[in-house]
């Protein structure tokens, strides 16, 4: 058996602890005190590893952890981040708990265990002594509110590094990501002039009225054949049935595959003109992630991934996903990003988040072997 492979089997009991432990320590990416400790936790156990380790202090969220591992060359970064969109006290009625086969709670999947795979990962390179280019691992506290304050540590990180591996959950059945969509959203508020609907409508110009024309022509921009999606999420606007509303609001999200569309439906957000007289329009928001596009970078990082899964006589897959990740920033800087290499399971952000404990070991074995194949790559 591959020894990288027989060592993380035998941490099984290592791997699921330290799931629990980081799970049971609620952290909300809006709760700092929550998220600290979280993150207070995280870091004594990188320190036991052998890494050296650094805090990021933030003041309005979570401090960020960053750690060390391996001497020189240029490393290879490992992301993940330990918020979660859970409030405090979800435990009580969605406890830590392993039923069938399953580690269940809040957190597991996205992606506590996706940092318990890390940290066997090199666990296990350093008790087998096998070889691996050094490892910055940087695991953030705001990635499901935006990645305001960790986006520059991010992309400053991964323009050093060799490539990065984000340790976010696989697609159903443990397929990495090797596309991910870009993500915006756009507010669009548009501004009339209030009038009474019965006495005097003709001098009204209703921002409704010049929302929904707008929000027909915003749905135009969609187009699901190439991967592209439009939704207005949210509406709002107008006060009283009598009275011709003087200003209507929506909320927009977008996915794109490519930079190219994400260009093209910005410039087209930014070119809507009012179509009644009396209106006027205002736009904010833009794409906050860019896409991850299947560079020939990422696919090379793929094929070393495939080539280490088949080493331990496991088929590795591949996929696209609408949802963004931080390895949206970084393979938008051109660095090979391959995301997906957390845990396999089901559930994030929903009730019956698991992952499967069984599998868990291979995850960290593959994460370690792709480290090792990677010393080749420079
Ligand atoms: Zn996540």
Redesign the pocket.
Known sequence: MDPLLSYCEAQLPQLVETTESLARLESPSTDKTAVDRCGHELASRLTRLGARVETLPQHACGDHIRAEVGGDGRPVLLL??FDTVWPIGTLARMPVARREGRLQGPGTF??KA?LAIAMTALDALRATGTAHPPVVMLWTSD??IGSRTSRDAIEAEARRARAVLVL??SLPGGALKTSRKGCGEFELTAHGIAAHAGLDPGRGASAIHELAAQIAAIERLQDLSRGISVNVGVITGGTRPNVVADEAHAVIDVRVPTSADGHRIDAAFRALQPLRPGTRLTVKGGFERPPLERTPGVARLFDLARDAASSMGRDLTEGATGGG?DGNFTAALGVPTLDGLGPIGDG?HAHHEHVVVSELPWRAALVAALLNRMQAVE
Do not use: N
Request: aromatic residues 0%; negative net charge.
């Open positions: 993940g981040h996205d992606m996706g990635e499901e976010e959950p990740s994030a």
